[in-house]
């Protein structure tokens, strides 16, 4: 990230800040003197990347998203300029088994988080974490963002209604909010073991059978953490001044790989040999899946710092001091 004077003593408020993506954001923010505002369902976690310090330096709130009034009264004493909405329930599995739970916390959340900023005075800017599965599933590709949100499932479903009441917000009442879609964000601090890339670093280092869930063909783009929260920050910075509202930006590196493919290069980054087993029993799950960037580069200068194999690397040396 580039150093800028914007972010110094900004009011911030970054809900899910405890997790993956929310944490490395969290901390990129702090070394740019932010004051950070984290609200999450669960804080002070025991794995986490925030060292004694880093929660010294944050204002950690235990809540949900979908408690209007607790959202509404942060906002106010906080005096928040800025959002980075984060918060939702992300895990596709978890996500088919409640199927209301996803829809209370991906939807509902959303509406509330918006609903507070239109009755709050400092709000500048807000950015909303949608995902590439909004779009659900098409036959071109790589999708840009005119590809039509129609997701089929519950947490593809649960991203395309966030992403159209993000758009209502704008569009009715003015809200300076512009939503992110990303492909696969991997790398440090990624403790959910269900995901791919941790899971396949962990059985490597490990020494475990690794099992893949799909028919190891399924094809996505994976993309580096700290190129994501660079693109989420030059957007909350650029939303304003370049009338960003109502838009929508990918992130991606426009490289799509296979399964099998990825799982390959993690063993080779690792030193180990490939030992995994294919169980093909991945239900629901859109086979093939990558996003283009173009306007993202275009409108907002973001332009990837890591190449896929050098994310994986640091991502690989990482997961072997924490795990060893």
Not at 214 to 243: H, M, P, W
Request: net charge positive.
């Amino acid at each position: 990230m580039q150093k800028t004077k914007f972010w110094k003593n900004k009011n911030v408020l970054i809900t899910g800040y405890e997790g993956f993506l929310g944490s490395n954001l969290t901390r990129m923010l702090l070394s740019a003197v932010a004051k950070i505002v984290g609200l999450d369902i669960e804080v002070k976690r025991k794995r986490t990347v925030f060292t004694k310090d880093d929660y010294k330096r944050i204002i950690t709130i235990k809540g949900s998203v979908t408690d209007y009034n607790l959202v509404k009264e942060i906002i106010s004493r906080y005096q928040v300029d800025v959002i980075f909405h984060l918060a939702a329930e992300a895990i596709v599995d978890k996500c088919l088994k409640d199927p209301l739970l996803t829809f209370s916390s991906n939807i509902e959340g959303t509406w509330k988080i918006l609903e507070a900023c239109r009755n709050s005075n400092t709000v500048k800017s807000i950015v909303i974490a949608s995902s590439d599965k909004a779009y659900g599933s098409h036959k071109i590709l790589p999708y840009t963002e005119k590809t039509p949100l129609q997701g089929n499932h519950p947490y593809d479903a649960s991203k395309s209604c966030a992403d159209l009441i993000a758009y209502t917000y704008f569009h009715t009442y003015g809200l300076p909010v512009a939503v992110t879609r990303c492909g696969n964000i991997y790398g440090p601090g990624d403790f959910n073991f269900s995901r791919i890339v941790p899971d396949a670093i962990k059985c490597a280092i490990t020494g475990k059978m690794l099992f893949i869930r799909s028919n190891g063909k399924f094809t996505r783009d994976y993309v580096y953490v700290d190129d994501i929260v660079a693109g989420y920050i030059l957007l909350a910075e650029k939303l304003q001044k370049l009338k960003l509202g109502g838009e929508a930006f990918n992130f991606s590196y426009e490289n799509p790989i296979t399964v099998t493919k990825l799982v390959k290069k993690i063993y080779q980054l690792a030193g180990e040999v490939p030992n995994y087993k294919i169980l093909n029993e991945a239900k629901y799950e859109i086979k093939h899946q990558y996003l283009s960037p173009k306007k993202a580069r275009k409108i907002l200068g973001w332009q990837p710092q890591y190449s896929f194999e050098q994310g994986l690397l640091k991502t690989v040396r990482w997961y072997k001091k924490y795990l060893i």
